[in-house]
């Protein structure tokens, strides 16, 4: 169902994917998806959570009643499409860290030299690109979800 997506959102993804077989590459999905979480989580707790107090200051004390509920959907759709830019940033923390061990480096950039683009550096251009986009879009966003006025128990 995915694949035929992907072919037409990234052309040769299956070429790049083949070429990029590794040990590394099943520790480096648990990385960024985890660097992200906790990166998206710290946001969210320390600096929407601050703005959200600065637009309604009677909410200083409430943040664990807040997450205690009950769920409001256009607030959880935002902080769903407002992670994008944070994956796209975790992405590239984990490749600048790879880059710098000589090892995990070469292990990751395997197959660069049979299809083009698949070097560290690379990537990151490309994340750097894509995640920019997403924060334009993500930004205005989380500001809104930081004034959205929580329901009061």
């Given amino acids: 169902m995915i ?5 037409k959102l990234r052309p040769g993804w299956r070429e790049r994917r083949d070429a ?10 648990l990385l960024v998806p985890g660097l992200c979480l906790v990166s998206y989580v ?5 600096v929407v959570w601050g703005l959200h107090v600065v637009f309604h200051r009677e909410d200083a004390g409430r943040l664990a009643q807040v997450m205690a509920g009950p769920v409001q959907a256009l607030p959880l759709i935002v902080l769903l ?11 590239v923390v984990v490749n600048t ?3 710098f061990i000589p090892p995990l480096r070469r292990v ?3 197959g ?3 299809v083009a683009g698949l070097t560290i550096r690379h990537a990151n251009r490309q994340l750097l690109a894509v995640g920019g986009k ?8 989380l500001v809104l979800l930081a004034a959205w006025p929580f329901h009061r128990h």
């Fill in 42 to 46: 710290w946001f969210c707790r320390h």
């Fill in 97 to 99: 860290i790879v880059y």
């Fill in 108 to 110: 990751s950039e395997k």
């Fill in 112 to 114: 660069s030299d049979r």
């Fill in 134 to 141: 997403a924060a334009l879009v993500a930004a205005p966003l």
């Fill in 3 to 7: 694949d035929p997506l992907m072919d």
């Fill in 81 to 91: 499409v407002a992670v994008f830019p944070f994956l796209c940033l975790a992405g």
């Fill in 20 to 29: 990029q077989r590794s040990w590394w590459k099943p520790i480096e999905v």
